[in-house]
C-alpha cells in the first residue's frame, strides 16, 4: 500500500460518508477532475465531496465546488443518489446539476490532505468523446456507459453497480 493510499484509507475509510457532486455542463462539455488514488490510479469524476455536519446540501456543495475549481455555484436540480463501497471506502452520493454563477477556474486542493498527497492532478471540460476515451476503471461508473451529456441530466433514482461488499 503506498503513501497516499494509507492516507485516503485512515481520512475517508472504515466509516460511511456522504457525498455532494455537481454536474457542470457548458458549451456541450462536463467539467471532471483527475484523482490520483493510488499508484497509477486515477478517477475522473465531477467536482464534490463529504458533508461537514450542521451544513446543508447546498451549503456543501458550494463549499466543495470553491476549493475543488474555484468556481460559485448555484445548486440546480437533484440528480441521482450512487453508492460506493469498496472497502475500505463506503460513500453515498448524491448528484446535482450545478450553474456556474462566479469565481475562476482553477484546479484546488483538498483541505483535510497534506500538499504533498493532494488527489487532484488534473481538471478539464471534456465532451462526450474526451470521456468515452477515458478507461472505465479511470471514471466513475455513472460515467461508463452515457452516450451524450443529455443523458447525465436524465439519472434518476439510486445506482451501485454492483459493489464490491465482500473484498
Not at 467539467?31 to 464534490?48: A, D, Q, S, T
Not at 468556481?71 to 456556474?100: R, W
Not at 472505465?136 to 452516450?147: A, D, N, T
Amino acid at each position: 500500500m503506498t503513501k497516499l493510499e494509507k492516507e485516503i484509507e485512515e481520512k475517508f475509510g472504515g466509516r460511511l460518508r456522504t457525498r455532494v457532486n455537481g454536474v457542470l455542463i457548458q458549451d456541450e462539455k462536463i467539467l471532471m477532475i483527475k484523482h490520483k488514488m493510488g499508484e497509477n490510479k486515477f478517477l475522473w469524476n465531477v467536482p464534490g465531496g463529504g458533508m461537514k455536519y450542521g451544513s446543508s446540501v447546498a451549503e456543501n456543495l458550494k463549499r466543495e465546488y470553491l476549493e475543488e475549481t474555484g468556481l460559485e455555484i448555484k445548486v440546480g436540480n437533484f440528480l441521482c443518489t450512487y453508492e460506493y463501497l469498496h472497502k475500505p471506502l463506503h460513500a453515498v452520493e448524491l448528484y446535482f446539476e450545478v450553474e456556474a454563477i462566479g469565481g475562476e477556474l482553477k484546479m484546488g486542493k483538498d483541505p483535510e490532505l497534506s500538499d504533498d498527497l493532494q488527489l487532484i492532478t488534473e481538471m478539464s471540460f471534456l465532451d462526450i468523446d474526451n470521456l468515452a476515451f477515458i478507461k472505465k476503471e479511470e471514471k466513475h461508473r455513472l460515467f461508463w456507459g452515457i452516450k451524450s451529456l443529455n443523458d447525465v441530466r436524465m439519472w434518476k433514482g439510486y445506482f451501485n453497480f454492483e459493489n464490491n461488499y465482500l473484498k
